[in-house]
């Protein structure tokens, strides 16, 4: 990997000034030589965060937390160190010189260079030409104003085929436009824009930085498509990045809380509307890894997504993956037809009805299950006891018995019929995926890995060792694997031998009684001559042939038990579960404690 040069550091360091660095997000007042101000890592009200312009460090009394202006970004932006020195290097316009291996990095410095550029040509004609005129009426209707649209970088992309590859390429390679994925190849051997008569929304990293472009139609058109986004590139993946992130970064931290719409409209509405922690996914439905980043800002998120079937539905989906990522959730529903953008039109005082119309995460989901049900029909019913099931089966047994009881009195079922017939969904589950039939099987000694076969080889040659490894063996044997039928036979003839016995007597002794294909195979088995032989290595194989022993007698379980469910004995299908699963505590066992390196997979 390419790494930043000791002299761009250095140089970093001795010009990211620590008072102007954290002043940026912090605000600081004077406290004799020093300046102080709430520390940002933690809640207070009583300042504790010390900044040193002398020493250039700064230090929470409170929390604990210090470093100098390169770590305060990384700990305050949730960046690594590398990304750190790169945004320090931006704000101070300081050239990044790296080591000799520089290929991968170069490539994505020229990539931000790229959209940078894009960034500025797509503003001018959105704002200063004649080309983006209708497209900027259209924001305006839209409600937006000039510092709005400014500020969130908007611009237009022009109709011409190639007015951005024709204005880009006087700086810039083709294939670094098309590695940024501003243009696509024509057939002809030509490039052409990717955005052509579109307003675009300009697509910022954590660090700030426009990494792609989503671009939207306006007005009559005949485009199918109402979004074009960047593809794919070395920068940008849409299932990553969450737009507006870094701008609302500063009011997520004050309001302990994210607001997660639709829609870029809805975020810029909702920010001039005062909620300037808005965020939104990339016009698909909310990923993991999306809901993981969340949480490395707030632990509360409230979504406020479009207020018809299909936005409650999306509500529900994103609401299983954030409670996933063991975040807190409000929900807020607005009226049928409406988006935030739409409410926020109509209604003005959106941060108000924000606050005062949050719906607890649990309620939204019951009211969700319970929609367009008649409670009147045994089949509705069951279809909503189902995903009843489904969605607080992943809860808390509390929250769970709550509206287990609700459901109940709602349908004027008996709640020990439904708790029984939970339990007995979830007895189903359990069994069925314990014992989900395996499509293709493989035989043990084809897909054992590497350092089971050097325990075999190794097990063996201890047992030739010496005799007080022979004991050690002999008292484990028959809990040994071993996948390697020759060495099996070998040690088996070899429990013959005399305890007394060192290993070249052992050795000429064995192969007396060997045939001659095994006399043949015996001396490759052995070890080096100088292996260093030692206690803690042999258990540490001993064990390895344990493991492997058990995941034999595991897969002799788990064909009877296919063999029960087949025939529809479920006793007996429970019964071998049972087994299977103490078999894997005691695989779990052997290996605990043990580091990753005595740690194999079968």
Same mark, same amino acid.
């Given at each position: %990997? #390419? %790494? $930043?040069?000791? =002299?761009?550091?250095? @140089?970093? =360091? /001795?010009? #990211?000034?620590i008072v102007d660095?954290?002043?940026?997000f912090v605000p600081l007042q004077a406290a004799g030589k020093n300046m102080k101000g709430l520390c940002p890592f933690h809640g207070e009200k009583t300042p504790s965060f010390f900044v040193s312009k002398e020493r250039q460090i700064f230090n929470c009394f409170g929390c604990g937390e210090k470093g100098n202006s390169i770590t305060f970004i990384q700990k305050y932006k949730h960046l690594t160190f590398v990304e750190a020195l790169k945004f320090l290097a931006d704000k101070y316009n300081i050239d990044i010189e790296l080591d000799k291996n520089i290929s991968p990095v170069k490539k994505n410095i020229d990539l931000f260079k790229a959209? !940078? +550029?894009? @960034? =500025?040509?797509?503003? +001018?004609? @959105? +704002?200063?030409? &004649?080309?983006g005129k209708i497209a900027l009426k259209y924001l305006k209707d839209r409600g937006l104003d000039i510092q709005t649209i400014e500020d969130f970088g908007l611009g237009y992309a022009p109709t011409q085929r190639n007015a951005l590859f024709n204005q880009l390429s006087k700086e810039l390679q083709p294939l670094e436009l098309l590695n940024a994925g501003l243009v696509n190849r024509a057939n002809d051997g030509g490039y052409y824009d990717l955005f052509k008569a579109r307003i675009l929304f300009p697509i910022r990293d954590e660090s700030n930085r426009v990494i792609a472009f989503s671009g939207r139609i306006f007005g009559e058109t005949i485009n199918p498509a109402k979004y074009v986004n960047t593809p794919h590139t070395e920068i940008f993946s849409k299932g990553l990045i969450l737009y507006n992130l870094s701008k609302a970064e500063p009011h997520i931290r004050t309001s302990n809380r994210v607001v997660l719409m639709e829609g870029y409209m809805d975020v810029i509405k909702a920010s001039m509307a005062g909620v300037k922690e808005a965020i939104c996914s990339m016009g698909t439905q909310l990923t993991i890894d999306q809901a993981l980043k969340i949480k490395k800002y707030s632990d509360n998120v409230i979504i406020c997504y479009d207020g018809d079937r299909a936005g409650r539905e999306a509500t529900f989906k994103a609401l299983k993956l954030l409670e996933s990522a063991k975040l807190n959730v409000k929900i807020i529903l607005l009226p049928d037809g409406q988006d935030p953008d739409d409410f926020i039109t109509k209604n003005g005082d959106f941060k108000n009805y924000l606050e005062n119309? &949050?719906?607890d995460q649990y309620d939204f989901v019951y009211q969700m299950i319970l929609e367009n049900k008649d409670l009147t029909k045994p089949t509705q019913i069951e279809d909503a006891k189902n995903r009843l099931f489904d969605f607080f089966s992943k809860t808390s047994g509390m929250i769970r018995e709550i509206y287990f009881h609700k459901f109940a009195s709602d349908t004027l079922i008996s709640y020990t019929t439904l708790l029984g017939d939970y339990q007995q969904t979830k007895i189903d589950e359990r069994i069925t995926e314990s014992f989900k039939a395996v499509a293709t099987r493989t035989i043990h000694k084809e897909t054992k890995m590497p350092k089971f $076969?050097? #325990?075999e080889k190794t097990v063996f040659s201890y047992y030739m060792k010496d005799p007080k490894y022979r004991e050690l063996i002999d008292s484990k044997f028959n809990l040994l694997y071993f996948g390697d039928k020759e060495i099996r036979m070998l040690i088996t003839s070899a429990k013959d031998l005399p305890y007394n016995q060192t290993q070249t007597s052992a050795i000429v002794l064995l192969n007396s009684s060997l045939t001659? !294909?095994?006399k043949k195979n015996l001396l =490759?088995? @052995? +070890? /080096?001559?100088d292996y260093d032989y030692n206690l803690e290595d042999i258990e540490s194989c001993i064990r390895i042939l344990q493991v492997a022993y058990i995941e034999e007698d595991r897969k002799s379980i788990k064909e009877r038990a296919d063999e029960f469910l087949a025939l529809g004995n479920k006793a007996e299908y429970i019964s071998c579960h049972n087994e299977y699963t103490s078999k894997k505590k005691q695989q779990n066992e052997l290996l605990k404690g043990k580091n990753n390196e005595q740690k194999t997979n079968y």
């Open positions: %990997m #390419a %790494m $930043i040069s000791q =002299k761009t550091i250095d @140089l970093i =360091k /001795d010009t #990211a000034d660095v954290v002043g940026e959209n !940078d +550029l894009a @960034l =500025k040509f797509y503003s +001018l004609n @959105l +704002l200063n030409l &004649q080309t119309n &949050q719906i $076969i050097t #325990a001659e !294909d095994s =490759k088995y @052995l +070890l /080096d001559e």
